[in-house]
């Protein structure tokens, strides 16, 4: 069954600080793997897409990694601010166009 | 930069009405979708539209949904006979034709609809 699994389910950071959010995914065929950030009551906004030779893709503070082989992902969030306090979501999507979509980490950034 | 818009943003309706559910996706985009995400609970892919026909659906698109594009611009979404269980928020998405099957998606604000 194609599943998108994320830890951890809430985060609280201090501003300034560093942080890793985990993606599992047993979706496959594997086409793409994305991270979006939704703010609540927000639509969902790209940060990251991600195709299977790819292991790692950069948009400014927030990098992504891919290990295709181990079905992991993760997205790690520099010097954080507070205004990157949102729901953080894994989407992965099947060669079929099938995407399927984490259930998000929630962050929350205090000064 | 354009964005995708839908109206309203918040809907509410009687328990066994239809509603539409508008998106206005940004122009030189081709694939769009809907997706909906019950409060507190992950985002769902509901449907996705090309070239005037659907695509691809999800098992939650039953013949209760159904999605056209009236006048070439505007893309609706129709749910007949509404639940309670339909209150969710609404997003609609598009992306411009690309070699890549699901390359770069955005989405807009969604619309809330709450059936009472």
């Known amino acids: 069954k194609n599943q998108v699994e994320q830890s951890p389910q809430s985060l609280i950071i201090l501003e300034g600080k560093n942080c890793t959010l985990q993606?599992?995914?047993?979706?496959?065929?594997?086409?793409?793997l994305r991270w979006y950030k939704q703010d609540t009551g927000r639509g969902p906004v790209s940060l990251t897409i991600?195709?299977?030779?790819?292991n790692t893709k950069s948009n400014g503070r927030y990098t992504a990694t891919l290990d295709a082989d181990t079905k992991q992902s993760s997205l790690h969030i520099t010097a954080s601010q507070l205004s990157d306090s949102a729901s953080y979501i894994c989407?992965?999507?099947?060669?079929?166009?099938?995407?399927?979509f984490g259930a998000g980490t929630r962050l929350t950034v205090k000064p | 930069e354009p964005e995708v818009t839908q109206t309203p943003s918040h809907q509410v309706t009687q328990m066994g009405q239809e509603v539409i559910l508008r998106c206005v996706p940004i122009?030189?985009?081709?694939?769009f979708y809907w997706y909906r995400q019950i409060l507190g609970q992950k985002v769902e892919f509901l449907v996705s539209?090309?070239?005037?026909?659907?695509?691809?659906k999800s098992e939650i698109f039953d013949d209760q949904f159904s999605v056209e594009r009236p006048d070439g611009s505007n893309f609706t979404l129709k749910i007949r006979s509404t639940k309670l269980e339909d209150s969710a928020m609404y997003f609609c998405?598009?992306?411009?034709?690309?070699?890549?099957?699901?390359?770069?998606?955005?989405f807009g604000p969604g619309t809330r609809l709450t059936v009472t």
């Open positions: 989407v992965v999507s099947a060669r079929q166009g099938d995407m399927r």
């Open positions: 993606c599992n995914y047993t979706v496959s065929p594997f086409s793409n």
């Open positions: 991600m195709t299977f030779s790819e």
């Open positions: 122009s030189n985009h081709l694939y």
């Open positions: 539209f090309y070239n005037n026909e659907i695509s691809e």
């Open positions: 998405a598009a992306r411009p034709r690309s070699g890549t099957s699901d390359y770069e998606q955005y």
